[in-house]
Structure formats: C-alpha cells, structure tokens
C-alpha cells in the first residue's frame, strides 16, 4: 500500500491566523500538497480490496453472545455493554401520528468520534480513516480518526486497541478545537449521544495503515460522491468553527449569486433575518409547547410488531425491521462477530429549503420533535422522512414541503447525493441528501419553521442537543458547496 502523506513536506506553518481562518482555507484547497484525489481514490479502492467484508443475514436465533431477556424478550450483550433493543411507547398527541410503539436501540454509553488536524506547507489537513461497517452498503467509507463507543475503545470485546485514541482520551496535550456532545437519529436511538472532537497537533503522528491526510476541501469534494463519506465524519466537521471566517475570495456587495449568498451566509456578513434571542425564544417555545411522553416496553409486547426466524417487522410490512447480521471484516478491532441491526425498508429524504434573503443564504430549519430526543424536539432539515411510510396516511400527514422538494426543476437543485447513514447500528440505511432553492417564503403560518443562515446553525453546533444528525450532515453538505466557484 502507498503511504499518502510519506512523502516529505514543510513544516507546519505558525502565524497569527484564527483557526477559523485556517479551516477556510483548508476547505478552498482542493489539490493537498500530500496527495492528490486521483491517487486518494486509487489507495482507497487498493485497500478495500485488501480487506473483504463479508455480512450476511442470519436467524435471530443465532446471534452469538446475545440473548433474548426471558420475560421482555429485550436483546442483550452477554456482557450487558454495547447496547440493547427494547420497545418503546410514544405518545405525541399534535403529531401526525398521535401514538404508536416500536423497537429502539438503547445505547447509553457515550463514544467517541474524532477527527485529527495537522498542518502541512501551512494547509490544514485531516486524518481520515477507510473504515468498514457492517451496515454499509459498499463496506468501506470515509470516517473520522477514532469513531468508537466506549465497550469498544475499553476493548470489551478484547480485541485490538482503537487507533490514535490517546489524542481523545487526553485532550489537553494538544489543541482542542472542537468538543461536544451530540445527539443521533432520534427516531432509531433513545437518548444517543456522541461526543464529537477536532484536536489539532504539531507533533509528528504516525501514519498507520488505513489511514491517510486530507484537506478539508478534497473531503468536501468527495461528499458529492453517493456513499463516501461516512455519517460520523459528516457530523464532526459540521461541528468546526466555520462561522466567523473570513472569506478567502472578496465578495462583491452587489453579488446577489448563489455562491455569494453562501459566503455571506457562512461568515456570518449581511446579517440574518432572526437573531440568536429569537432563534433561541423559539426553540424554547417549541419544546414547552411539545408534549412528549415515551415508555419503555418490552419488546415481546410491542403492539404491530412480530417475531419470525430471521426479522422483529411491522405487521404493515412498512417503516423497518430488526434483524441479525454475521460480520467477518478485515480492518477491524474484531474481524468476526454477530450484532442485532435496523434494517430500513425505503430510501428517506433530507433536504433543506434555501432562499436568498437579502443577499444572504437562508435555509428552513424545522424544530422536530422525536421520541428519542434527550429534549423532546432538535433543529432538523425543512424535510426529513422516508416518503413510502406515509403511502398509507391521509394527506394531511404527508411531510410539509415534501412534494415541493421532489418536485424541484433540476435548475433548483444544488446538491442531490444519497448517503449512508450509521453503518455500525443500521443495515443499508440511506438517505437522498438534497438542497433546494426556492423563491417562496414559507414561513408566515408555520410556527415550527425559522429561517436561519448557516453560521447561525453553526453557532448552535457549539452546543449539544440543539441541531440533530441530519441537518448537521447537510450542513457540512453546505460547507462543501462554498468551496467551490461561485454559482448564479
């Protein structure tokens, strides 16, 4: 296998930048004086190859070192570590569905994902990983230095020790640039959270095999590729500090183009239709006004949803299944294990709504309540569903904005990629990432839709619980998209 980043280069250059300054400058350095993408795709797909993933679906039965409880038929590690599946009754009296249960995966530990930064030639660089995951639906995908949870990095299953794991245990010998706890899929996750890290480092740093150094601009060209980037690196670099930078390239004030609005609306220039109070009296709003109320249930007792020899379903055949899967992978801690998994039935949905607003780059954010969610309702994209589970519903209950999305001219679309979600948890679980522009302002009538710009979600993203999984997977989709020409 080449190694990417062997090759010398300079030092790491010092100087007064912000490190705002400098992610900015990563994310408009496309050709990294490492490697080039060309030779990143041809190392990747080498070491793919090198390392053969083989999952398969198995009989509920024959999970190894899982159980089913005798009395709640909730499933169990034999070591009562990773986490469980148990059932789970919601009650959401002003949703479109006002009750129902389902199957959840409770995995209260919290891990660890973590992104490495270093300079080269004076170029931010990240330390990212080709990592497999059993639900993956090509296997490998870029991922973040260290992603883990805490039975892993602990090494309860005793295997190998998780890769440059001391620079995220112990933080406080380098620079930490980002460290925050954030939620996960509340509609699959009870009470998920991960801590999300960005520790920056001078030192040398061994370059070990499946591994290799990127600019922030070629990871962000390589989220235009469909099942590349992973969900956890998506979700640690929408949590740098974007917001603040300076612009790399002048915008001119009477630049009303999409990728200037962009700009203006990632540097926080141009100001925003709502303040920070507003933004944060409505969110507050919102969560008091939302009555949630969620039981745990065993999952034997589960009204709608049955057990047969190889799946826990829904009696509808809709919304996903739980099954058991076999992994035998190759560049892993554990080459050989069996885990239960969410097996999605249809490909969601996920798009943000954007508008121009004063020359600056608005998008529709949509404060969602799930049952999974620590405080009962997160800031998620304008639309965020899969479109075949509301086949069956009324049409009032279809999501608000969905057909508008689906229905947009190409000429509106301005990033349409379908990504895989958590591939550790999920089977084949993916989603149609989507930024829509649109002329209308829609937010007059709906009380749980804002428009905010970019650096004002960013801003929250320095705090937990307040921007779930799949807006911050499309903030970094925004992010990538600021890196390249300005667009009318």
């Not at 994902?113 to 660089?125: A, Q, S």
């Not at 999300?196 to 740093?205: C, I, T």
């Amino acid at each position: 296998m080449t190694e990417l980043s062997a090759r010398p280069v300079g030092p790491a250059a010092g100087g007064s930048h912000s490190i705002a300054t400098k992610i900015a400058e990563s994310v408009h350095t496309r050709d990294s004086p490492l490697t080039g993408l060309d030779e990143f795709h041809w190392w990747f797909d080498g070491f793919a190859r090198l390392s053969p993933c083989e999952v398969r679906l198995i009989p509920l039965d024959d999970l190894v070192g899982w159980s089913s409880h005798p009395v709640t038929g909730n499933l169990i590690h034999d070591s009562a570590r990773f986490f469980q599946v148990e059932g789970l009754d919601v009650h959401i009296p002003d949703g479109p569905v006002p009750h129902w249960s389902q199957p959840i995966i409770n995995q209260s530990e919290i891990g660890i994902l973590g992104i490495l930064v270093k300079e080269f030639d004076g170029v931010l660089h990240c330390l990212m990983q080709a990592k497999v995951e059993p639900g993956n639906v090509n296997g490998f995908q870029l991922s973040p230095t260290v992603q883990a949870t805490r039975s892993n990095y602990t090494r309860v299953h005793r295997g190998r020790a998780v890769p440059y794991l001391e620079y995220f245990r112990t933080p406080e010998r380098h620079r930490l640039i980002t460290d925050v706890r954030q939620s996960e899929q509340g509609s699959w996750f009870y009470r998920k959270r991960n801590r999300n890290m960005v520790v920056q480092v001078d030192e040398n740093v061994e370059l070990l095999e499946g591994f290799c150094w990127l600019t922030l601009g070629q990871v962000h060209q390589l989220l235009a590729e469909d099942d590349f980037v992973n969900m956890d690196a998506r979700t640690v670099l929408s949590c740098l500090p974007f917001s603040g930078a300076d612009p790399l390239v002048p915008v001119p004030a009477d630049d009303e183009g999409f990728g200037s609005a962009l700009v203006r609306s990632c540097s926080g220039a141009g100001g925003s239709r709502h303040t920070v109070d507003d933004i944060l009296k409505w969110i507050t709003e919102v969560r008091s006004r939302s009555e949630v109320t969620t039981e745990k249930l065993p999952l034997n007792r589960l009204e709608q949803w049955h057990r047969t020899e190889y799946s826990i379903t829904h009696e509808t055949g809709r919304f996903f299944d739980l099954v058991a899967v076999d992994v035998q992978a190759g560049g892993r801690e554990v080459q050989h294990w069996t885990q239960p998994m969410i097996k999605p039935y249809d490909t969601g949905v996920v798009a943000f709504l954007v508008k121009r607003i004063d020359g600056v780059l608005h998008a529709l954010v949509h404060a969602l309540v799930e049952p999974g969610y620590l405080d009962g309702a997160e800031l998620s994209p304008t639309v965020q569903c899969t479109p075949a589970n509301f086949d069956h519903l009324p049409a009032a209950a279809r999501p608000m904005f969905l057909d508008e999305v689906l229905n947009a001219p190409p000429e509106r679309i301005r990033y349409d990629v379908v990504l895989s979600e958590e591939g550790g948890r999920f089977f084949q679980a993916r989603n149609r990432y989507m930024i829509v522009e649109t002329d209308h302002d829609t937010e007059p009538g709906h009380p749980d839709f804002r428009w905010m710009t970019i650096h004002q979600l960013v801003d929250l993203l320095r705090h937990s619980h307040y921007v779930n999984i799949q807006a911050r997977s499309l903030v970094a989709c925004l992010h990538s998209l600021s890196g390249q020409p300005s667009a009318a």
